[in-house]
């Protein structure tokens, strides 16, 4: 917009670029050599942990929900003994509960929308294993893309956000009979969780921002007693994977041990809020987050360590808006080339929904170079649903990814041209109006939508 002053203010100049981030980036005009040694000295400092442990005061923000609890300002959902949890160690050795019963799926807009395969694969495994669970329509996206992106959201609406989707987490048992709490929040998307932790530590830290959202959440009906309703454990599906990682092994079908793996760690999953952070000693020698690496380990595959594990993605939000090829660039040069070129590897592991899309979906990008560069990319759920035979076409749903994955299939001794037949076979059948195989029972995705109908008692025992 111009300014009376200036009425220039605001316009492209000829020869100005514009890149959405301000005046303050600027071209550092390092040599290659200063660049190399820059960068040496972040591997360095990164490859023990020391920029996630070397702090002064960590402060657990449970200590503080505890409080909140006692003088009566909030009320904790807990994770009972019904849901089964598993205890965990995270960046300092504090302990995280993982519950793996009665569980409410928080889905993914991005794994929706992008890579569908990612959601049933997970749903997949939980049916294989018989995991009590609720897919439920009511609930919505956690907004944080458009807040980190674009800057238009703010801490009050993604908190309001965040307590609303937990309340219906809460509350959505009462629908088939059940008490509140009787299913515990799972999420889907590593932005989704580490958004969640960041906005939980501001609201158990703000008596001003509970407040607000507490007027907020008054007029949706979305209080208990009057309180805000705070998750004990914010949980991500990786996590839960990773606890279950032995018990899915009983399910293998097929042998990984030929695979070369490397593994893409989500900012979101495990440097937003590091400390709640799951890390084991025998995982690669307790030197990087545990999740993704413990399954694909656990299934026999080789995980190959690369320099550049640290560095994100590109996807970044604000670079895959306004410096699409900032993102496109840094996904092949710093992520994808090196797994390939330094690693020999045969496909990258991740646990975000971002990711998996930057990674998968800019691989053309390479060609501009004249070097193309191909390596299959998918999430650690979905390579574990393949592992335990489900099928690449109609669960893993590997035909949306753009990287090639045939050669992948053909070292698993999967015949990928024979599902991908029966696959196109299942597609003309949906196309004449024959019902189609479900996951689950569809009942069973709707609670306390209008649309929901119990299930009788036999098929509601089964499916517990």
Known sequence: MASIDNPNAGKQQPGERLTGHGAEWKDAKLSPQEARVATA???AKIDKRSMLTNKDRVEDVRDAM???EKDGEILVHRIQDEHQPVIAKTLYGWEKKIPIQQLWHHKSCGQCGNIPGYPTS??????KMNIRYLDETDQTSCTAWNYHGSGIGNVESLAAVFLRNFHQAYVASTAQGLPPGYYYPLVHCGTSFGNYKEIRGYLLRSAELRERVRKILGKLGRLVDGKLLIPEE?????EWLHVMRRE?????VIDTSSVRATIHPACHVYKMVPEDAIYEDGILEGNRVAVSTGIIAELGCQVIDYSTWYDCCGFGFRHIISEREFTRSFAIDRKIRVAVEEANADMMIGHDTGCITTLDKNQWISRAAGKQTDLPIMADCQFAALACGADPYKIVQLHWHASPVERL???LGIDWPKAKAGFESYLKEIEAGKTPDRLYDPRLAITSGPGFRPLPPPQQAAAK
């Open 409 to 411: 299939m053909e070292q």
């Open 66 to 68: 505890w409080q909140l």
């Open 234 to 238: 914010i949980v991500h599906y990786s």
């Open 122 to 127: 997970l749903l997949w495994l939980m049916n």
């Open 248 to 252: 899915i092994k009983k399910h293998q």
């Open 41 to 43: 000295w972040v591997e």
